[in-house]
């Protein structure tokens, strides 16, 4: 009976102290209200799993060029239709740009991904060397074909939620068209398409789960193409009657060359001549450079774009030769809200990265080999940290600080400075690939990729929910916004009135192309994966790339 006694004793001190830690937990950590709803839509995310591998399977077999993306536009605004979603077809000029809008009222959440794919970046999906689907032709070799799957998952089991709890809102889903070209995104912000707006997540595939916040420490650009216009001649019978419009495209080319030993650092400047000319016995009458001028600010690179302007008037006086010139498009640096990254960062962790199996590893590493990678170390398995490198370093530079050298450049920072925005990266594609290549495509129709999708898909859900639950998510991030992003800094667009988006860009390509890529095009009524569909074993690596493996594991590499 004593012993009864104590042992009651005990268990009431027990509970009695489990109770109080409890209560002081619950004063230390307070209750997410959303979470039940989080756990909820991450789990609808699952199920729309299949539905998310069929977006990505079938956006990669069109495989279709900035401003030329119609299958794409075509298949994803019908399926949206189908799921209740208002469509907006051709905005801005652009046929294969559109948005589509579910909900009403306030707040507003645009979710936004590009579509675009690559020239030259045909590859077979799950093969881990070069192989193309159709020798020549464009291929998704940046994984542009990712980000709609993820949104629309993602916005289906938000919806869904929404639908049963009558929660406010409305979803904006949109695409990144002619995102290689930087050729929309700054025209969807001029022609007003994100006034009322209260928060954009952009989605771009990466290797790794992440989202950042600030200065993005790339740079803008403005994309220029400058046309000549001389007279033609015979080349051997009387050179001097012509004025060759190839020798001013030579010319500023040389002298823009020149003065590369002069411009700053940050600045990346790179052209292609997009005309030279017909034959060689004829002095070309007409002839054009398209020009990427890119730096870390307005200013610099608005003073790039009139040293540019400056050798083609050179090069003009120099060959007696006319020349006009068109605003191909255009970036700003990128700005993004710290308050929405902090939030989506939280999620991000409560996801985690996907479980890799054996075969994503060896498809990852086997690509990682082909490619003479610095590292060959497969997928990753740690998340990354929120924001730029703490180790990042800060260098000085003709007496200016400079946290970055600048590099890349994306469209989206347009969107930035209208409104608050983020990108959420997921890890769809392989690390330490060289990027615009057809290496960058072989993961994106595989396991890797839908996995990412699906990882993706229940972060961004999930910052939905708390954006949509907790009016003060995008209270922060409008005061962040005005006070932090633009209180000294004003957009300041590139691209003027009377610029217009350059939609015949890509016409020709894909008029070449698209009828053997058409043969390609997936079947998802027919076949599980795009991978079943073109008969591909997963993984498919060659004997030189497993024998490397081999050797580094025995190094305990």
């Known amino acids: 009976m004593k ?16 109770h109080a830690q409890s209560r002081r937990n619950s004063k230390s950590t307070p209750v997410d209200p959303a979470a039940k709803l989080k756990q909820e839509v991450a789990l609808s995310v699952e ?20 401003f030329q993306e119609e299958e794409s536009a075509k298949y994803l605004t019908t399926l949206l239709e189908k799921e209740g979603f208002t469509i907006q077809r051709g905005i801005a000029q652009m046929p294969t740009a559109w948005i589509a809008t579910w909900g ?35 291929g998704h070799g940046e994984g542009h074909n990712s980000g709609q799957a993820l949104n629309i998952i993602s916005a289906l089991a938000v919806k869904k939620i929404m639908e049963r709890d009558k929660i406010p809102g409305t979803l904006m889903l949109w695409p990144g068209v002619a995102e290689e070209l930087v050729g929309a995104k700054a025209y969807f912000v001029r022609d007003g398409y994100f006034k ?24 803008g650009l403005i994309s220029v193409k400058f046309m000549f216009e001389g007279q033609a001649a015979h080349a051997a019978g009387a050179p001097w009657r012509g004025k060759s419009a190839l020798d001013a495209v030579e010319l500023m080319n040389v002298g823009w060359n020149f003065r590369r030993e002069h411009l700053e650092l940050t600045q990346r400047s790179h052209y292609v001549i997009s005309d030279g000319g017909d034959q060689p016995n004829v002095v070309p009458s007409k002839a054009s450079v398209w020009y990427y001028f890119r730096d870390r600010s307005y200013p610099k690179i608005k003073k790039l774009y009139d040293i540019g302007m400056k050798m083609a008037e050179g090069a003009s006086l120099m060959t007696d030769t006319k020349f006009t010139y068109e605003v191909l498009g255009s970036a700003w640096p990128g700005h993004f809200n710290q308050p929405i990254a902090e939030t989506l960062y939280e999620n991000i962790k409560k996801v985690g990265l996907p479980t890799w199996d054996e075969n994503d590893q060896l498809l990852a590493k086997a690509s990682q080999i082909e490619m003479e990678a610095s590292k060959i170390e497969g997928l990753a398995t740690k998340l990354d940290t929120i924001g730029l490198p703490a180790d990042m370093p800060v260098a000085s530079m003709g007496g200016q600080i400079m946290r970055s050298m600048g590099g890349g450049s994306d469209d989206i920072a347009d969107i930035s400075w209208a409104l608050p925005t983020v990108v959420l990266r997921y890890p769809s594609n392989i690390p330490n690939l060289p990027g615009h290549h057809w290496s960058n495509a072989i993961s994106m129709a595989t396991p890797i990729a839908h996995k990412g999708i699906v990882a993706g898909a229940k972060a ?98």
Request: hydrophobic share 35%; with cysteine; charged share 25%.
């Open 104 to 138: 009403s009222g306030k707040p507003v959440i645009a979710l936004g991904s590009d579509v675009d794919c690559i020239p030259k970046a045909s590859q077979k999906p799950g093969v881990a060397y070069h192989d193309p689907l159709v020798a020549g032709a464009p």
């Open 460 to 557: 961004e859900a999930m910052t939905l929910i708390d954006m949509l639950t907790k009016p003060e998510v995008l209270k922060k991030a409008w005061d962040y916004y005005r006070d932090e992003q633009t209180k000294e800094l004003q957009y300041t667009p590139l691209v003027g009135p009377k610029d217009f988006p350059a939609t015949y860009l890509n016409k020709e390509i894909m008029a070449e192309f698209k009828p053997s890529l058409e043969k390609y095009y997936y079947e998802p009524g027919k076949y599980k994966t795009y991978l079943e569909q073109l008969g591909i074993t997963y993984p498919t690596v060659n004997d030189a790339q497993r024998t490397k493996i081999r050797e580094l594991e025995a190094k305990g590499k």
């Open 47 to 66: 199920q729309n799993a299949k539905l998310g591998q069929e977006i990505n399977d079938m956006l990669f077999s069109f495989a279709e060029l900035g």
């Open 196 to 219: 009322d707006v209260d928060a954009c997540i952009f989605t771009h595939v990466s290797s790794n789960l992440s989202v950042g916040y600030g200065d993005a420490g790339n740079n």
């Open 3 to 18: 012993k009864m006694l104590l042992s009651l004793v005990w268990t009431i001190l027990a509970l009695t102290a489990a």
